[in-house]
């Protein structure tokens, strides 16, 4: 007995080798942690299950059949994240370079049917090299399914991949269809085809950092969410991540205890918003007087940087924020910044997180580059996102509200229920002097009565009062007093149902 005990204990040793100890050398000398490791770190102490320790390729060709590793090239099981189920994979670039065979698929799809099942978060690490070359056709069918369980699991449970190593193929294809991405710097790319391939199809040369670095992914593509420094600090975050978000699309979002009380008033939003209205703020200042323990988790923070989005809570419950940005092209909408707020605003509305709008913004950004680069699509998308969710939108107007940019920025026209502005507020076409030089252009040639026209624009429609008296907005508030109304307006919002015509589903300008 104690025999077969000493060799099942071996058979895990070998396993948890995978590559052996010379590839574990290298890893770490690239500054990578190995599969096992990152685990370790991402899931709570002692709580990881691994599955299928002792599953084997059995590709033949090549001389494979000679090279047989347990575990064949991915860690895969569950655990808990600060108590709470996930499902994890990993990717053992030790391991064939962490590539992907009809096994390995086997493995992940596992683990994807399971964390569909059980309505759970499912996290892949990816640092490998795609289809195993070596198995052709067999480790593409292997990624089509995976790709078809990602696509089936979208909008049920949350899926998050984390990228911490040279990724290419069907390892930059499966993150693309989850929710979200997360780099390493200076040590993680993401491309379908590597520098090599470049080199000879488009005779281009060029790095594998300047071709899928997490800096042109997470600042030029938009395809990753976030950056982070090393492995740990990558993963530590995605544990933060987790807490933010609800186990699937049905279970409501966590509560975690909260020592912020929500009657809490910051006396410095009073002055927040310089008099002049062209002088910018940060608004991140704003959110973080606003949340709970001014906790946010901003989503996508190098891209886009005109609006901000993130995780934050209230009460204890999370929320996500979208907020223009008045310190970059004064809070302006593009076509950048409106296709990464459209996708948040659908990741909380799938999963039923609560949307509170700051808005602050002069507009959508004229211009042949915007129109030839598709904005009016591009826009469209957030008006969609916006006007399809269901769940509570609580929108405060702060500053300006010019234009489609109003309607688009959860108005009480596209079913935000609850809008409130501050004093500060200025809900109009747009500012007083486009307005002025448009309507008054016979009166141009004199500047008294150019002035005379401005000062009464902006008397008359500068402020929140218009958009009060016709129940646009509900109510105009103190600054100081917003994280107590957005509080209350949330907590009596929980109750919300909203139902939309049966439709196989929208047709959202993609
Ligand atoms: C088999 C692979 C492999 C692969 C890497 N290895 N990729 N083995 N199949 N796809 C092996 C290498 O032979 C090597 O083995 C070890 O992994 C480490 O790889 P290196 O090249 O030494 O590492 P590095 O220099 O860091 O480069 C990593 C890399 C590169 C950028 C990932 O290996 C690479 O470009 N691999 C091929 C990528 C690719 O084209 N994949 C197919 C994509 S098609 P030894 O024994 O020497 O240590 C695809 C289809 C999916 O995925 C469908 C998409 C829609």
Not at 225 to 240: H, S, T, W
Not at 460 to 467: E, G, N, Q
Request: net charge neutral.
């Amino acid at each position: 007995m104690k025999d077969i005990l000493e060799r099942l204990e071996d058979r895990r040793a070998e396993a948890r080798l995978g590559g052996g100890a010379k590839r574990i050398a290298a890893q770490h000398a690239r500054g990578k942690l190995t599969a096992r490791e990152r685990i370790d770190l991402l899931l709570d102490n002692g709580s990881f299950e691994e599955f299928d320790m002792f599953v084997q390729h059995r590709c033949d060709d090549f001389g494979m059949e000679k090279s047989k590793i347990p575990g064949d090239g991915v860690v895969t099981g569950w655990g808990t994240v600060n108590g709470r189920t996930v499902f994890v994979f990993a990717k053992d670039f030790t391991v064939f370079g962490g590539s992907l065979s009809e096994t390995h698929a086997n493995k992940i799809n596992k683990i994807q049917d399971m964390a569909l099942k059980m309505r759970a978060p499912i996290i892949g690490l990816f640092d490998a090299g795609g289809a195993r070359i070596q198995e052709g056709v067999a480790a593409l069918g292997g990624y089509g399914e995976v790709f078809k369980r990602n696509v089936m699991a979208s909008g049920v449970i949350p899926q998050i991949s984390v990228i911490l190593g040279p990724c290419a193929g069907g390892d930059v294809y499966s993150p693309a269809m989850t929710d979200f991405i997360f780099m390493v710097r200076d040590r993680s790319y993401m491309f379908v085809t590597g520098p090599d391939v470049v080199k000879t199809v488009t005779n281009e040369t060029v790095t594998a950092e300047e071709l899928g670095g997490a800096k042109i992914h997470t600042a030029k593509s938009s395809v990753a969410d976030g950056a982070f420094a090393d492995d740990v600090e990558a993963l530590l975050q995605v544990r933060r991540l987790i807490d933010f978000l609800p186990a699937c699309n049905t279970s409501g979002v966590p509560v975690w205890p909260s020592f912020d009380t929500p009657e809490r008033v910051e006396l410095s939003l009073d002055t927040l918003v310089p008099d002049n209205p062209n002088k910018p703020y940060d608004v991140k200042e704003l959110i973080g007087k606003i949340v709970d323990e001014g906790d946010f988790f901003e989503i996508q923070e190098s891209f886009a940087k005109n609006i901000v989005t993130g995780f934050a809570r209230m009460e204890g419950k999370s929320v996500g924020i979208v907020a223009n940005q008045p310190m970059v092209l004064a809070g302006v909408l593009d076509s950048d910044a409106s296709r990464k707020a459209a996708r948040f605003v659908r990741f909380c509305d799938a999963f039923e997180i609560p949307i509170v709008t700051l808005v602050d913004v002069p507009g959508f950004l004229p211009g042949t580059a915007q129109e030839y680069g598709g904005l009016i699509k591009h826009g469209a998308k957030l008006m969609f996102a916006y006007s399809e969710a269901t769940v509570p939108l609580v929108t405060v107007i702060v500053r300006k509200a010019f234009g489609g940019a109003y309607d688009v920025m959860a108005s009480k026209h596209i079913g935000a229920d609850v809008n409130y502005a501050w004093p500060t507020a200025q809900v109009a076409v747009m500012g007083a002097k486009g307005a002025v030089e448009i309507i008054f252009r016979a009166d141009m040639n004199d500047p008294e009565k150019i002035a005379a026209r401005t000062k009464e624009y902006e008397q008359r429609f500068l402020s929140p009062f218009v958009a009060a008296e016709r129940g646009y907005i509900d109510e105009v508030i103190m600054p100081h007093a917003t994280r107590r109304r957005v509080a209350r307006a949330l907590a009596m919002l929980a109750t919300k149902k909203a139902e939309r015509p049966w439709r196989k589903h929208d047709n959202i300008p993609l």
